[in-house]
């Protein structure tokens, strides 16, 4: 028993790897969450990756601020993006609805602008 589970989990694994490209799993944005990559079409390093519940998040300093060029929202909650490191210090914002995939910013002219996100559920 113990054997064919272990060989069941092999075959799948390998199933899973052979589908998909290098590089793809960090593109992933699990339910329930919000991310955001450095690049567009969700590549590059995942700056954000929470999961979603209500509040302001900073994006780090060294850790994708002015570099979000691409977001997935995979929750029931509204992301709004903000250009600085607060929303009231911001002058720019932009609101992304539950469900949203955003693989490019610059659609928005929020390329490389995000410096911190409010998250409302
Ligand atoms: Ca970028
Ligand atoms: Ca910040």
Same mark, same amino acid.
């Given at each position: 028993m113990?054997?064919? $589970? ?8 390998? +199933? $899973? ?8 799993l ?9 991310c955001m990559?450095e ?6 390093? &995942?700056? $954000? ?7 302001v998040f @900073?994006?780090? +300093? ?9 977001l997935?929202?995979?929750?029931n ?7 600085n @490191?607060?929303p %009231? ?8 609805l539950p469900?949203?995939? %955003?693989?490019?910013? &610059? $659609?928005?002219?929020?390329? @490389?602008d ?8």
């Amino acid at each position: 028993m113990f054997r064919t $589970v272990l060989a069941l989990s092999s075959t799948v694994l390998l +199933m $899973v790897s052979g589908a998909t490209p290098a590089g793809a799993l960090s593109s992933f944005c699990h339910p329930n969450h919000v991310c955001m990559w450095e690049h567009s079409a969700y590549f590059g390093s &995942k700056y $954000v990756n929470r999961l979603a519940v209500s509040g302001v998040f @900073d994006i780090g +300093m060294w850790d994708g601020d002015n570099e979000i060029s691409s977001l997935s929202n995979t929750s029931n909650c509204t992301i709004t993006l903000h250009d600085n @490191d607060s929303p %009231q210090s911001s002058t720019r914002h932009w609101v992304f609805l539950p469900y949203d995939d %955003q693989p490019d910013l &610059k $659609v928005w002219g929020a390329n @490389d602008d995000a410096e911190s996100f409010t998250v409302r559920c």
